[in-house]
């Protein structure tokens, strides 16, 4: 139990140190703002890995929650006159709402039915959110008001490396020590097999929820946190694509692994970001890439490597 | 009438192209588990090949028949490649394989082919023929004549055939179909090129109607996806009945609610359809074991 404590202790330190060191290698605030796009997109990933690493429940429309974060920051100043903080506050309670009433249907089903269940979810969000052009902009998107706390104008890359870089502490800080509650252990129970975890007297149905709500939050306060920082927001980022995407940094990284959903978060933000050298070729490298990766590495970047290191140290 | 009868053979005309790529989604599925999402690229290059074959000068049929060779090889290509040395992984790792595979195509045909839309001449011109005050394009006859003739195919395939049985012995027990000397190996590489070809089908008799270009794939894949699970994942039939379904649902639903709300009648169908019925309309009802 120390070791585990203390390798927990050890995982915050280490991110703290590169979220801290990161900024003396960066030449321009162009890095900044690129490493801050990696936080967020840790952040949301994190959350979605309690649910599919954790739990072992799958999520194709997890977006709608991202979305959900992004418009309410976005629409409460705008139309509604409710300062910006509130609206994070109401776009994460919103998201849970949502998230606790289709999730008691939803996660009833299992594997590909679950999968398009949640995949027809994000896609009626994004809908919704590129149909209402009234409230949302449609497809064009819509600006979004800065951030203020307590008069302090949160804006800047460089700041907002730091508030993001803060929030993916707290939210790894958050998923590391649920694994070790009794709620992270009947998620891991229902993740090896349901039947077990309900003989042993898990009540299946509620923790299914308890990770899909979790998972919901993370991606909103994600959401919000990118509104916030791009100044902007379109459709796109509540659209199918973006689900896929986080879904592949969750697996790409392993599964499970909080440590993976922020590396799956870094290769899959920057790798577009460095391709974009090679210019049409960007899109066929990322492919392969994402192909290769998961024929040699299958369980993700992180368990695989992992398990290399310890081959080679005990041998 | 004329009003209803339109949105019937436009429903069933978009319909059967999701019931194409619904079959193509459970062959692959029935003989090795994989859920392709690269479903939607095979429909992508049938249009983009015909398309770019043509104009080099092939006579239609002739464009027709290379695309659908070139989407088989890239079918069997996937397959060798990046299914196979993945034999054992888990579902969703072999689903981000396919996921990685369709930004792959995507990226290929933007780069052999280009990003603009292109268009087919319909088979048979343009001139609507009216059916009882609805006006139905020729082309729309040429896409349901045409899933019908690949329904029929595949079921006499499957049905009356050797090596169709073998299909279907796989699917129905991979381990037990190598036990009585199945190479399942072989079987799935003949999956990955047979969808691949019936994908490629769809796009060919679609493109006239919808137009085609490298990003179409996406969107297909998505609803192919949705019309699968409708009917049932692994059922051929429910397959070729939630691709029509989901077509008709679109149709109607934009026709007499709300077109830009179109998706989502099927999408909220779909939702209420698991909730009631948790394995599909068509599925079967799995008894877990302990």
Excluded: C
Aim: hydrophobic residues 60%; glycine residues 12%.
């Amino acid at each position: 139990m120390g070791a585990l404590l203390n390798q927990r202790f050890l995982t915050l330190v280490v991110l703290a140190a590169v979220i801290a060191v990161l900024p003396l290698l960066f030449p321009s605030s162009y890095y900044f703002r690129v490493a801050s796009l990696v936080w967020v997109a840790a952040l949301a990933a994190i959350g979605l890995n309690i649910l599919m690493g954790q739990a072992g429940q799958v999520s194709l429309g997890h977006a709608a929650f991202f979305g959900i974060g992004a418009y309410a920051v976005a629409i409460g100043p705008t139309h509604l006159g409710i300062p910006s903080w509130a609206a994070l506050l109401i776009g994460a309670v919103l998201s849970a709402v949502l998230a606790y009433l289709v999730g008691r249907p939803i996660l009833r089903l299992k594997g590909h039915y679950l999968a398009i269940a949640t995949l027809g979810l994000g896609v009626l969000v994004a809908l919704v959110i590129s149909t209402e052009s009234g409230w949302t902009g449609g497809p064009d998107g819509m600006p979004v008001e800065r951030l203020t706390l307590f008069g302090w104008r949160v804006s800047g890359s460089y700041t907002w490396y730091w508030v993001t870089g803060a929030l993916l502490l707290i939210g790894t800080w958050i998923a590391l020590n649920l694994d070790e509650t009794p709620t992270g252990r009947a998620f891991r129970a229902l993740h090896d097999s349901e039947v077990a975890a309900q003989v042993v007297g898990v009540d299946v149905a509620r923790f299914k929820l308890q990770a899909f709500v979790i998972a919901a939050v993370y991606a909103s306060l994600a959401g919000s946190a990118l509104a916030f920082m791009n100044g902007f927001i379109n459709p796109d980022q509540a659209g199918f694509l973006h689900s896929v995407e986080l879904v592949t940094i969750v697996v790409l990284g392993g599964l499970g692994s909080v440590v993976g959903s922020i590396v799956g978060a870094a290769v899959l933000i920057t790798l577009p970001q460095a391709l974009t050298v090679f210019h049409e070729y960007e899109h066929l490298l990322l492919g392969l890439i994402i192909i290769v990766s998961m024929i040699f590495m299958r369980n993700g970047i992180v368990p695989s490597l992992s398990a290399l290191l310890l081959r080679r140290a005990r041998s | 009438m004329a009003e209803f009868l339109q949105f019937l053979i436009s429903g069933l005309t978009v319909g059967a192209v999701y019931a194409l790529v619904a079959l193509g989604f459970t062959l692959i599925y029935n003989a090795s588990g994989v859920v392709n999402f690269a479903q939607g690229e095979f429909v992508m290059l049938g249009g983009m090949v015909t398309v770019f074959a043509s104009a080099a000068g092939a006579p239609l049929p002739l464009a027709a028949l290379i695309a659908i060779v070139a989407a088989v090889i890239i079918g069997l290509l996937l397959h060798r490649l990046a299914i196979e040395p993945a034999r054992g992984a888990s579902a969703v790792t072999l689903i981000i394989i396919t996921i990685g595979a369709s930004i792959l195509l995507r990226g290929l045909a933007a780069i052999v082919f280009d990003k603009q839309f292109h268009k087919l001449p319909a088979f048979t011109g343009e001139t609507p023929i009216d059916i009882l005050g609805a006006a139905v394009q020729p082309q729309s006859f040429w896409v349901l004549g045409g899933t019908a003739v690949v329904v029929v195919a595949l079921y006499a395939f499957l049905e009356h055939t050797i090596l169709g049985k073998a299909v279907l012995a796989t699917a129905a027990n991979r381990l037990a179909a190598r036990l009585v000397g199945i190479n399942t190996t072989t079987i799935m590489a003949l999956a990955f090129g047979g969808s691949a070809a019936i994908g490629a089908v769809a796009g060919i008799l679609v493109t006239p109607i919808t137009l085609t270009n490298y990003d179409v794939g996406t969107l297909l894949a998505l609803k192919g996806f949705a019309a699968a699970m409708l009917g049932g994942m692994g059922n051929p039939l429910g397959a070729v009945v939630g691709g029509l379904l989901l077509g008709l649902l679109e149709a109607f639903g934009a026709g007499y609610l709300s077109s830009t709300y179109k998706d989502a009648f099927a999408f909220l169908v779909i939702l209420f359809v698991l909730f009631a019925a948790p394995q599909g309309l068509f599925g079967r009802r799995v008894v877990e074991r302990v």
